[in-house]
């Protein structure tokens, strides 16, 4: 490892971040920061909303006797519906394919989806090539169902039933509580397919679990620093925290512009391990169950190379390969754990944005709303 000459040191202490202009950052709560805390009453609301929706969705289901899922979505909603692909998988035995909607916008072949439940997800509703997949699915009689936190939206209209995720406005552009809300939905649509009480009550856990994790915010500031140079990093995650790691290193590009590459801690010992030197930064997703064990030997094998661990993690054998250590403080089952495990990962992109003068709320280039064709 390098010396660590302070709170600012790290494996780049020695002069200023290189590619990007700095920004004064005088807010004393950015949007992307209140929304981040925001979760845990966005949760409640959701929960508060009660059943109905979710039980509709379901008789539909068992009505038109639907036999897969495609999901549609883009950003960080293309990561809730990762987690979705091992959900509905490990959960409620459905195949569960991620649309590509290219073939609808760009080659107008949309595949054959008659006998699945076709789901977009997204936060504003408006992308015009989620649409054209849920048109289609629609076209061919596909049951069809927006995940959404404007009901009004056009993508709500299109489908024929929508879940409202109860967010409130999100005014940050890095999104934080609906996607949160996106993995509850999701949550509790699969307990509700399952007919499950007793996962609906693990799922009513959740909020609590939320709040308690955003406790950690002043030792996550403080830890930070440690990483304020970094132009470059990995983040690891598999199974249900898959779609953790996508949506970790998609915040920290977004707020910080580092190049932060994500991937399954299997996938990342079939050659990526070749980046890993002296110093180099992993940010390891791992929280209790059976992906988090296999991760094990990846960040073993990262850490003889030299890596720079950063570790979320609720299990102190994992916790103690890591160089940094953010211990989750409520365990949960794991397949509702992605609800819980991004928030260390948003607070952490929060605070290293912050900590290098750049605004989170004016990433150079992005908008709220992304419409993609």
Not at 293 to 321: K, N, P, T, W
Request: charged content about 20%; proline content about 7%; glycine content about 8%.
């Amino acid at each position: 490892m390098w010396p660590h000459a302070g709170p600012s040191a790290g494996p780049w202490p020695h002069g200023p971040f290189v590619g990007w202009a700095r920004v004064p950052y005088h807010a004393p709560m950015s949007h992307f920061e209140h929304e981040i805390r925001e979760q845990p009453d966005t949760l409640r609301r959701l929960l508060q909303a009660g059943r109905g929706p979710f039980q509709a969705v379901v008789e539909a289901m068992r009505r038109r006797e639907v036999k897969f899922l495609q999901i549609a979505a883009r950003g960080t909603s293309d990561n809730a519906a990762r987690y979705a692909g091992y959900l509905f998988g490990v959960q409620n035995r459905l195949p569960v394919a991620l649309a590509m909607p290219s073939m609808n916008t760009l080659y107008g072949t949309p595949p054959n989806v008659g006998s699945g439940l076709c789901i977009g997800i997204s936060q504003a509703g408006e992308s015009d090539d989620i649409l054209a997949v849920i048109n289609a699915a629609r076209a061919q009689g596909a049951l069809t169902l927006a995940l959404t936190n404007r009901p009004g939206s056009p993508l709500a209209q299109a489908a024929e039933l929508c879940l409202d995720l109860h967010a409130g406005e999100e005014l940050a552009v890095a999104a934080s509580k609906t996607y949160t809300a996106e993995l509850m939905a999701l949550a509790l649509l699969s307990a509700e397919l399952a007919d499950d009480v007793a996962r609906r009550q693990e799922v009513e856990r959740v909020p609590d679990a939320v709040a308690a994790t955003l406790e950690l915010a002043e030792e996550i500031e403080r830890k930070v620093e440690r990483y304020r140079y970094i132009t470059r990093c990995v983040v690891l995650g598999r199974g249900y925290n898959y779609a953790t790691a996508f949506e970790v290193a998609l915040k920290l590009k977004e707020t910080s512009y580092v190049v932060a590459e994500s991937y399954s801690s299997a996938d990342f010992l079939h050659g990526p391990m070749a980046l890993v030197d002296l110093g180099f930064p992993i940010v390891a997703i791992a929280p209790d169950g059976r992906a988090g064990q296999s991760m094990a030997e990846v960040m073993r094998a990262a850490e003889l190379r030299g890596a720079e661990l950063c570790v979320i993690s609720d299990r102190d054998d994992l916790l103690s390969i890591g160089r940094t250590r953010i211990r989750l403080p409520v365990p949960l089952p794991e397949w509702l754990s992605p609800i819980v495990a991004v928030v260390p990962g948003q607070l952490f992109a929060f605070y290293l944005a912050r900590a290098r003068d750049v605004d989170p709320d004016r990433p150079r280039g992005l908008s709220k709303v992304t419409r993609t064709r």
